[in-house]
């Protein structure tokens, strides 16, 4: 089986490298040279962008594509082009966040989603070249844009086109920093300041997990929309495993969300995991997942992500994280 991987040296598309390998698929990447990640023997790279021509693709033939970088439905109309009409699944990783309104509990693959309009378009077309790769380039537009995308492949590809609508993605390696952030900040020990109710719900899977199923859904010749993100549970059980494999004498300090507002604390992008106390996202941390569990979607234990991560940070404490509390602000919470 000949897999092609678009994202093969980033976080989820290095996993789906890793497991593809592992299932005896003839692995190829196409990247445009700028990241570096270790990758299992064998593995093929072509060089180029699919922001751009390719022809590095003509003479090529593959099985599976895996694309995990597409932001605009351009980017992947130009890549189906390329790789030809042979293909037996295309998997697009999507979001979550292609349903925009979590109003309501427990959305489902079934749920209308809305697709970009032509200003969302527009905004896709002005992002420059360099941070065509960067979702956050995208703004509020991220979601309806990934819709489009699905969309895209559908009208391409009908039947062959699988489309993961990811959560919360985790694990060594995670370039948000939001569960890295906590696993850093416990290690280091003392009060923390935690969102208020201790049984928020809190979705999320380690992207190997996610990685597994993309190929085993490619394999399977599933089709259609999958949510793929963990069952929900408590922040507070999330957390408290963290205390327990890290073996720090942290001590968690749940702070109301009022009084955290009142420290100029901002959610999700200083305290991680915190999801903003509006209506739209109320159940962002509650989608149902049973259409992937039934069709394959595995978990492997809390303890190994966790203890995975903890490892990796250890070994990466100078790097700066892109999210979470400055120590003011934390004492102004636990005040």
């Known amino acids: 089986m000949r897999s092609l991987v678009l994202g093969g040296t980033g976080f989820l598309g290095g996993a789906i490298v890793d497991a593809a390998a592992d ?3 003839v692995v190829t990447i196409l990247s445009r040279g700028e ?3 270790h990758l299992p023997a064998g593995t093929r790279v072509l060089q180029g962008d699919r ?8 003479n090529e033939r593959f099985d599976f594509i895996f694309d995990t970088c597409a932001f605009a439905p351009d980017a992947v109309k130009g890549l189906l082009r390329a790789a030809g009409p042979d293909i037996r699944r295309y998997v697009f990783v999507s979001s979550i966040s292609a349903y925009g309104d979590f109003s309501t509990p427990g959305l489902s693959e079934t749920e209308p989603v809305a697709t970009a309009d032509e200003a969302d378009l527009e905004v896709a077309r002005n992002v420059a070249p360099g941070s065509r790769a960067d979702a956050i380039a995208y703004g509020p537009s991220y979601g309806p844009l990934k819709r489009a995308c699905e969309i ?3 009208q391409m590809l ?3 086109a699988i489309l993961l609508r990811s959560g919360l993605l985790v694990g060594a390696g995670d370039y948000t920093d939001r569960l890295t952030w906590w696993m850093r900040r416990i290690d280091e020990g003392g009060r923390i300041p935690a969102p208020a109710p201790r049984e928020r719900a809190i979705q999320l899977i380690d992207a190997r997990d996610a990685a597994e199923f993309a190929v085993h859904a490619a394999v399977s010749e599933l089709s259609g929309v999958y949510n793929v993100t963990g069952r929900p549970m408590p922040l507070s059980a999330l957390l ?3 205390i327990r494999v890290s073996g720090s004498d942290a001590e968690l300090v749940w702070v109301d969300e009022r009084k955290l507002a009142e420290a100029g604390i901002q959610a999700w992008s200083e305290l991680p995991l915190m999801v903003p106390a509006m209506p739209s996202f109320r159940y962002f941390m ?3 997942t049973e259409k992937a569990h039934r069709n394959g979607l595995c978990h492997r ?3 190994d992500t966790l203890e995975r991560l903890l490892r990796w940070d250890r070994l990466n404490r100078e790097r700066p994280l892109k999210c979470g509390l400055s120590r003011e602000k934390e004492l102004a919470a636990l005040s």
């Open 23 to 25: 299932a005896g698929h």
């Open 35 to 37: 990241t570096k990640r």
């Open 51 to 58: 922001h751009g021509p390719l022809d590095v693709l003509e």
């Open 152 to 154: 895209a492949a559908q």
């Open 158 to 160: 009908g039947e062959k």
């Open 240 to 242: 408290e495993e963290a």
């Open 286 to 288: 509650q989608v149902d």
């Open 301 to 303: 234990p809390l303890p």
